[in-house]
């Protein structure tokens, strides 16, 4: 076999620099690509919000239930001021349960506390506006269901024991009240990163689990407690309903909704998604960065940034010392491809986009 020749001129060739680049790149991703590393459960955001929230929940009921009676001898009820304050602490806790969830999922301790205090803000100026409004539907609701009453259905100690179609609007009205009154909730991530996207997800997410939660509490009062003058065990299990389901559909919607993101292929929180909710979006070693990597010295407080232009993502170096890689190669600026690699410092990105139909 004959001998193989490699000129000079071969050898400096600048070609040679970009595929052993791209060896180092693909070598520093260990083989794996996000096929071989799952997204771990505690990482998804339909399971930390899901837990978060009904946590915040539980302590909500846990806290102001003591205070709460059914009995209208024990005490005067505005409608209202009542509600404001019963609903007001579920929003607020609410809030400052999805903020320090995300921030706690980030690893980024000023992100979780920022993200918190702001949800608690929201939640509880957000219910202002809300109880009022779930007051009024759910008065039109209740009298409408009694509209629809029998004499049976008043019980020997006076109240209502509604059932058949009154019972039904009176559940539905429940629910749609619920459902208003939990927004407060899911408003305050969106609020503290800026971001509408994750605004929108808060919208939704915590209307439709505000609404199943709000389903509950009458079926549970009429055929497990059969209709006791006390409905505590009902609010416990609607609480936490909200808080579970709240969490749940906000996770729910933000991975549904995220037409590019990031996933960690190697690093502090390998198997992580990033997801672009905004532009621009900073990544660096800076806590105030949006996609903060931690742990690698080599990295940049502001090492990069991805932003939108038309429909594609640009990624752009900021003329750090130690470069950003996409492929192996080194880069100032590039229009970010489906599997594309980022190498910056020793960490290891994989960007995805959803397929547009």
Known sequence: MADIKITPGE??????DEIINLEKSLARATGKFVDD???PLYLNPIFYYAVAALVAGLMAWGVEEPFYSDDPRKGTHIPFLSDYVFF?????????????????SNRNVKQMFYCGVVGVGVGLLATLLTTFVADMVYGITSTTAQGFMTRDQVGPDGMLHLRGFAFFVQMCGRGVAWSIVSLGGGLGL?????????????????????????????????????????????RAIGIAAIGLLVGIFIGLFENISKEAWF????????GKQFILFKSPMMIGSAPKCDIYLFKDSAIEPRHASVAKRGGKYLIQDQGTPGGTFVNGRKVDRHILQPNDIVSIG????????????
């Open 190 to 234: 969106g609020v503290a990163l800026k971001s509408r996207q994750l605004f929108l997800n808060g919208i939704a997410g915590s209307m439709i689990g505000g609404l199943l939660g709000g389903l509950m509490f009458d079926p549970v009062h009429r055929f497990i407690l059969n209709w006791g003058p006390e409905a505590s065990l009902s």
């Open 263 to 270: 996933q960690m292929l190697r690093g502090a929180l390998a």
């Open 346 to 357: 020793e960490t290891v990105l994989k960007y995805h986009e959803r397929q547009k139909r």
């Open 88 to 104: 007001g602490p579920v929003a607020a806790l609410i809030g400052l349960a999805v903020g320090l969830a995300y921030g706690i």
């Open 37 to 39: 590393i799952p997204t």
């Open 11 to 16: 050898l400096n060739d600048p070609a040679v």
